[in-house]
């Protein structure tokens, strides 16, 4: 059963569809899973946030130490626990990710996700602001560009304050295989950003892989 198969059963199993209005996307793309999974070690305690069916938190869960999936709908944070629950290496956590302190919950944490369309720059800033080791995240290709582009393409003088402050973009590559399930052409971009040093002592270079 290919990924795409498998989210078709699921579906149908727990009676779900993807809500738009919390930007929800359920991923099948195994290409994707592989590139967002391939650094996380036993060591590691991952924040996942927006899980959905679980394609990607299976994998982590057979990786990681650790992880907690940070989900606003209930339905999915069920289907989570259900599908998952002989694994002991799994916290779910039913809330808005903006509302969750990860400094508290995990220090030191890596975090992967698949982010809500509608709220990607602000967890990005969220993100950004926050002692978490690596970022990799799938995100729209606009909003990639908006924070790699030079001064001059920038659209606000924000913009580019936020990528020249917080972040430098490397390497930015939009995918060209459908990535989601009942979306057969998308805009997704695969591109590095890593984490402006800061000018404190106790800061720590991140790394963010879109």
Known sequence: MNLEQETRYLIN????????????NFLINEDSIIAMTE??????????????????????LEKAKKVITVELDSKMCYII???????????????DILNVDINKIAPSAKVVANLPYYITTSIITKL???????????IQKEVADRICATPRRQRSRSNYIFSKLLCRCRNNKESKKRIFYTITKSRICNSKIKKAKKT???S???RIII
């Open 39 to 60: 650094d996380v070690t036993k060591n590691d305690t991952i924040i996942e946030i927006g899980p959905g069916l679980g394609t990607l938190t299976e994998v982590l």
């Open 13 to 24: 199993k727990y009676d779900v569809h993807a809500h738009k209005n919390l930007g929800q």
């Open 200 to 202: 404190t002592n106790r």
């Open 128 to 138: 950004l602001d926050i002692d978490i080791q690596d970022i990799k995240i799938l």
């Open 204 to 206: 720590k270079k991140r």
């Open 81 to 95: 626990k259900d599908r998952f629950k002989n694994y002991n290496n799994l916290e779910i956590i039913n809330d």
